[in-house]
């Protein structure tokens, strides 16, 4: 049941620019939260926003999130060379157990 | 620093062997979870534990078992190795006294079935 889809599959980018990606997802939702992960490891939490928010920040990170369309995205300022992983959004169904469906992921390439 | 750890990185089984795959974490927490990751698919769940010996299924079981006797370890087996379960296998725990604080995932095991 893979709940969401993000938006575009691969991102290309310079050092400093923007990197945005966009998630949807299905159903009513607790939470969503984004996730990194580096080449061949395991994903590393990065940021979580409860449906009953619109925007958080967390360093370099904003997170939107619109619960009417059933979306969300991920913005990175000023990118760096390091930022370059793949991206991954998860939510957590408003109803069950707390478990995490994640999407497919954006793969983002910041080039110096 | 908190930690889930995966016994392997790399695992190469031969077509019809047990594999035991382990994952520890120190963080006390209740979930524990087993996902598979491959390419174009994402992310999908393969069983989940909210205590010690209770497990539930995921989104694609088949193949697999769990086993968790002590609230840190979750192990997942695969009865009969088979091709078609070459995949990297990520662990995972979460806090259910505490929701919503996000996953922590093990570093993965890299499973080729030949």
């Known amino acids: 049941s893979q709940q969401g889809e993000e938006d575009p599959q691969a991102l290309s980018i310079q050092e400093g620019e923007n990197a945005t990606m966009n998630c949807s997802y299905k159903?009513?939702?607790?939470?969503l939260q984004w996730y990194r992960q580096n080449s061949g490891r395991g994903l590393v939490h990065l940021i979580l926003?409860?449906?009953?928010?619109r925007e958080k920040h967390s360093g370099r990170l904003r997170v939107t999130l619109d619960t009417s369309k059933k979306s969300s995205s991920l913005l990175i300022t000023a990118s760096r060379a390091a930022d370059t992983a793949s991206y991954f959004c998860?939510?957590?169904?408003?109803?069950?157990?707390?478990?995490?469906?994640f999407g497919t992921g954006t793969r983002l390439l910041v080039s110096p | 620093d908190v930690k889930v750890t995966q016994s392997s990185r790399y695992l190469v089984k031969r077509t019809g062997e047990k594999v035991f795959l382990e994952c520890v974490q120190d963080m006390d927490h209740e979930n524990m979870f087993w996902y598979r990751q491959d390419p174009g698919l994402g992310l999908r769940l393969i069983y989940f534990?909210?205590?010690?010996?209770?497990?539930e299924k995921g989104d694609i079981p088949e193949g697999y078992s769990v086993s968790r006797e002590k609230k840190e370890r979750f192990s997942l087996i695969l009865e009969s190795a088979s091709t078609n379960q070459t995949s990297m296998y990520l662990c995972?725990?979460?806090?259910?006294?505490?929701?919503?604080?996000?996953?922590?995932f093990g570093s993965g095991t890299r499973l080729t079935v030949v």
């Open positions: 159903t009513s939702i607790n939470n």
């Open positions: 998860a939510t957590d169904s408003a109803t069950g157990f707390q478990k995490l469906v």
């Open positions: 926003i409860r449906s009953n928010e």
């Open positions: 534990s909210y205590d010690v010996k209770m497990k």
């Open positions: 995972a725990s979460s806090s259910l006294t505490v929701p919503g604080y996000g996953y922590t």
